[in-house]
């Protein structure tokens, strides 16, 4: 098979391909690993090879719905035994996994060759993949460009060819904004459709959950079918679908009561290209005989996006803790890592359990506004894939802040009020270009990123459709329905289409 064939198939696709003997596992293997030493020096999408444990599945028997095909993971949560899960940090390069994550032992015994572990910011904090341990990934459509974050390094694969899956995991939009930079289908499911144990139990209160990224509707359909379902001593089971999601997401749905937006929850900036992405979706969605009106529900955007910044803040500290005391040094991190965890320090625990609380709000108008409409269509990004360092805090202001943390200042300072236009300044110069994708995290409903528009430069940008809670399969049909109509898998970044 050569490059041209292999960028033609999907999983399912090379999975038959391999299942009828018309290329072994080996061939698609090097396949793989030839696009990615060409497309690695140009994206920096990988930052650790698992070749040798790939070969040696390679002398195994695989079997499954996977068998054969090349996959990625992200080195976050997803643990591979035996090999570190470095979430991004110099502060967790030894953080060797004693056993697989369900995610990964699915995977495996799905028949999938995982042969390495993806890009992405320090902690997962980002909408962008630059973390100071493994430098920066850049977007395969332009590569001035951020593939987004935090799965940033899986999208970036993806995109540039080097196999037509990836995983992530998405905490705030972390599958869904990088699917949206690179052109990618990228679906968020319901809070605990996908366990994270054995490490972890609910993931930052619930707000993450793991997925993948990809170029088809049938690959991530039938990747949520083998990693669906709870593990012992998982908090709570969600019910499962009627019927497997590979099954469902072949059906053509129902007409659907859309409603649609294009303005900021922020009230920040929102691009023409983003609004005219959603406008020309909702056009096309109306001639595909769904209904769809301009309504969004009644949620304090700025309310929301604060709630969701104070459980990020009271996340930090105590990864850190749990770092150091398993022989990491604080020095390691990123300073702004540091400097977010020194704020979250002097949140008292009953703000965080407020904001964690006012989650029943956001979600009981959202219940309120899919009583009246079946799905909500917003943009995914505020704007066009962001150039390297956008967003990033200005010297000076990170200078202050270090050496307030340094004089043992910023905590006090935090606690006294003093920094809130700081942290604001956090808050807009970090969620205003992807302000719509935290609803979903807040209130465990499940979302998707849809590659439907591309801009006058020829730079993708997703449109994002969010659903009630369990409705993945609502959403997969749709999406389904959506890629017969305006097929994207043949549309590929140039680095792809380069090697091919």
């Known amino acids: 098979m050569r490059h041209d064939e292999y960028l033609a198939h999907d999983a399912c696709a090379l999975a038959a391909r391999v299942a009828a003997g018309d290329v072994s596992a080996g061939e698609l293997l090097d396949l793989a690993l030839a696009q990615l030493a060409r497309v690695q020096p140009h994206i920096n999408a990988v930052v650790r090879s698992l070749e040798p444990q790939a070969r040696a599945q390679l002398a195994g028997r695989l079997s499954g719905p996977l068998a054969g095909v090349p996959l990625l993971i992200k080195d976050s949560v997803q643990d591979y035994a035996g090999t570190p899960t470095g979430y991004g940090s110099r502060a967790l390069r030894a953080n060797t996994a004693t056993e697989h994550s369900a995610i990964v032992r699915r995977l495996l015994g799905a028949g999938a060759v995982i042969f390495g572990k993806t890009n992405l910011p320090e902690l997962g904090l980002k909408g962008v993949t630059d973390p100071l341990a493994h430098g920066r990934a850049s977007n395969p459509w332009d590569l001035s460009r951020t593939p987004g974050g935090s799965s940033g390094g899986s999208a970036a694969a993806v995109a540039a060819g080097v196999l037509p899956m990836a995983t992530g995991n998405d905490g705030g939009g972390s599958i869904r904004i990088p699917a949206a930079c690179c052109g990618l289908f ?36 039938l990747a949520l079918d083998l990693l669906a379902g709870p593990e012992p001593g998982d908090p709570f089971t969600i019910a499962p679908p009627a019927a497997p999601f590979a099954e469902l997401a072949r059906r053509a749905p129902a007409p659907l009561r859309i409603g649609f937006t294009t303005a900021s929850p922020l009230g920040t900036p929102v691009h023409a290209e983003a609004a005219a992405a959603v406008r020309r979706s909702a056009e096309g969605l109306a001639g595909l005989g769904h209904r769809v009106d301009e309504a969004q529900p009644a949620i304090d955007g700025a309310a929301l996006a604060r709630s969701y910044l104070h459980v990020y803040f009271g996340q930090i500290p105590a990864t850190l803790d749990q770092a150091l005391a398993r022989g990491a040094r604080e020095a390691d991190f990123e300073p702004l890592t540091r400097i977010m965890a020194s704020l979250g320090r002097s949140l008292p625990a009953s703000r965080l359990t407020a904001e964690l609380m006012a989650a029943n709000t956001y979600a009981r108008a959202l219940g309120r506004f899919f009583q009246a409409h079946d799905l909500l269509l917003t943009p995914t990004l505020a704007c066009p894939p962001v150039p390297h360092g956008h967003g990033d805090p200005p010297p000076a202001q990170l200078r202050l802040l270090q050496g307030l943390r340094r004089l043992g200042l910023l905590g006090a300072l935090g606690r006294l009020g003093l920094l809130d236009r700081a942290i604001d300044d956090i808050l807009r110069d970090n969620m205003s270009a992807v302000p719509f994708t935290q609803l979903a995290n807040l209130t465990g409903v499940p979302a998707m990123s849809v590659p439907l528009h591309w801009t006058a430069d020829g730079l993708p940008l997703g449109v994002q459709f969010v659903a009630p809670f369990g409705a993945e399969a609502t959403l997969l049909q749709l999406a389904g329905q959506l890629e017969a109509a305006q097929p994207w898998f043949d549309r590929v970044s140039p680095l792809a289409a380069a090697g091919a």
């Open 186 to 221: 990228g679906l968020k499911p319901s809070r605990g459709r996908v366990s994270v144990g054995p490490g972890l139990n609910e993931l930052w209160f619930g707000l993450s959950q793991d997925g993948v990224i990809s170029r088809s509707v049938r690959d991530s359909a």
